[in-house]
């Protein structure tokens, strides 16, 4: 095995490494129905008023749920400033009130549209919250937002940092039991942490290459560590 990796690593000096990533990078917007007029200035479809909508969502005239609006900021939609750094326990609680207030089952007998936007709100804000939730889904929609999409290719990194990775799937493949997965997954952890941190000074100080470099690497140690799990389950099936 060890020799195997040895002509990686010469191939590697000359040629970049394509690393199989297990991770999702951007999502597509999420395709829903829409009605009525441009979000940007949007009348209400059933009182035909433009008012200020609560919660981006429930016309303050009427009280009618409206259409969706797919392109909505995930940040605004959740009450959240536009940074990287946030509460995660605020970010759970906000989602809760969200889902509760346009649950589909508050909107049974209203009129079918209010049924269908209902289901669909329900759908965004499920995205919204999954996206903000997790540190590197995050960082890469924060990215987005700013004009920038994550490469296609390992351009971003060093050729150190894919050997160093090359020998932590290695060290997973020769580990033998259950308690030597566990530490090689706590050191993972450990440095998604900090590189959690990292990205929060990154972005306050704009300092996008960055970003993109440290997202990177998040998106190979959760490669790794979506390896670890797989050995543990199989080591407990055997």
């Known amino acids: 095995m060890r020799a195997v990796v040895g002509v990686f690593k010469s191939a590697l000096r000359a040629t970049n490494y394509a690393a199989v990533d297990r991770v999702e990078g951007f999502a597509r917007p999420l395709q829903l129905r829409k009605f009525g007029a441009a979000a940007s200035s949007p009348a209400c479809w059933n009182c035909e008023r433009k008012s200020v909508l609560k919660q981006h969502m429930i016309c303050s005239d009427c009280g009618h749920l409206q259409d969706v609006d797919a392109a909505i900021n995930y940040f605004e939609l959740l009450s959240f400033p536009t940074n990287f750094n946030l509460e995660g326990q605020q970010l759970t609680q906000r989602f809760r ?23 669909d709100w329900s759908s965004l804000i499920n995205k919204a919250y999954k996206t903000l939730a997790t540190p590197i889904e995050r960082g890469q929609y924060l990215l987005q937002l700013e004009g920038q999409q994550m490469p296609q290719d390992n351009s971003a990194l060093n050729k150190e940092f894919l050997m160093a990775m090359m020998e932590r799937n290695e060290e997973v493949e020769e580990a033998q039991d259950s ?21 929060g000074s990154q972005f306050e100080a ?22 670890i799990k797989q050995k543990q389950q199989s080591l407990l099936g055997s």
Request: glycine share 4%; aromatic share 4%; hydrophobic share 40%.
């Open 97 to 119: 009130q969200l889902q509760t207030l346009v649950h589909p089952d508050k909107f049974s007998n209203k009129t079918s549209r209010e049924q269908t936007n209902s289901a």
């Open 179 to 199: 308690a030597a997965l566990a530490e090689l997954n706590s050191q993972i952890v450990r440095e998604l942490e900090a590189m959690t941190k990292k990205l």
């Open 206 to 227: 704009k300092d996008l290459a960055g970003v993109t470099g440290t997202l990177v690497e998040m998106k190979y140690l959760l490669s790794i560590q979506a390896s």
